[in-house]
């Protein structure tokens, strides 16, 4: 099974740290999106790729995070400096998102990263 | 408002029972509708998926879609301890938009 992969799985570290998380996308998938999900907020969109080109990253707090894809393997969210409330767990999906194809747009998601800022 | 909203839960129906899962959501242009579950301590997997009005069944599952009243529910039915989980209704405009999802429903099956 195609699957997506993500790494770390958790990380615990001190707030002001630099934190990167990193994800391999399926292969064939044109489109990568980041989730963070906590137990207050649910499921909430930082930011998405297609083809490598960011789409939207509306959802990032900006001072702190950023959101790369430097090839079509391997997408990056980086949070510098990290602080207790970004404590969370990041997932990362990806997807085959086709225009004016019904279904297209179902994603995958990876196993997600656990962060906890102390 | 949020885009995509779902009843608080947690919900708790006994084991043989239906479960009706509820989500409205606001943008009146959405096309794409889904239903996640995600297990504790695990990521979402898909369920199910709608694009039309109606009702669409797969086994015990059946998700029903009204754009009219931006409301789409999710039944289960013969419920199962293995269902208990939190189910996710998610939305995107196109195939091709974003997918954004709902706070979730906690769904326990009591045997």
């Known amino acids: 099974d195609a699957r997506v992969t993500q790494t770390p799985r958790h990380k615990v570290t001190e707030m002001g740290q630099e934190v990167t998380m990193r994800c391999q996308p399926i292969l064939g998938h044109n489109t990568v999106f980041w989730y963070r999900q906590t137990m207050m907020q649910g499921l909430e969109l930082l930011a998405y790729?297609?083809?490598?080109?960011?789409?939207?990253d509306s959802g990032m707090p900006k001072d702190r995070f950023s959101a790369e894809m430097p090839d079509a393997t391997l997408a990056t969210l980086k949070i510098q400096p990290s602080e207790p409330r970004d404590s969370a767990v990041y997932f990362c999906a990806s997807g085959l998102l086709l225009l004016g194809v019904p279904g297209a747009n179902v994603l995958t998601f990876g196993a997600g990263s656990r962060l906890t800022v102390l | 408002q949020k885009e995509v909203e779902q009843n608080s839960g947690p919900l708790s129906v006994p084991e043989g029972a239906i479960a009706s899962l509820n989500c409205t959501y606001s943008d009146r242009v959405s096309q794409s509708f889904f239903w996640y579950r995600q297990y504790s301590g695990k990521s979402p997997e898909l369920i199910m998926s709608i694009y039309s009005n109606g009702d669409k069944e797969d086994g015990r599952f059946t998700a029903q879609l009204n754009k009219a009243s931006q409301y789409v529910s999710l039944l289960i039915r013969d419920s199962q301890p293995s269902d208990s989980a939190t189910y996710l209704c998610?939305?995107?405009?196109?195939?091709?938009?974003?997918?954004?999802f709902g706070p979730g429903t906690s769904l326990s099956v009591i045997p």
């Open positions: 790729f297609r083809n490598r080109a960011p789409l939207d």
């Open positions: 998610a939305v995107a405009k196109t195939s091709y938009d974003k997918v954004i």
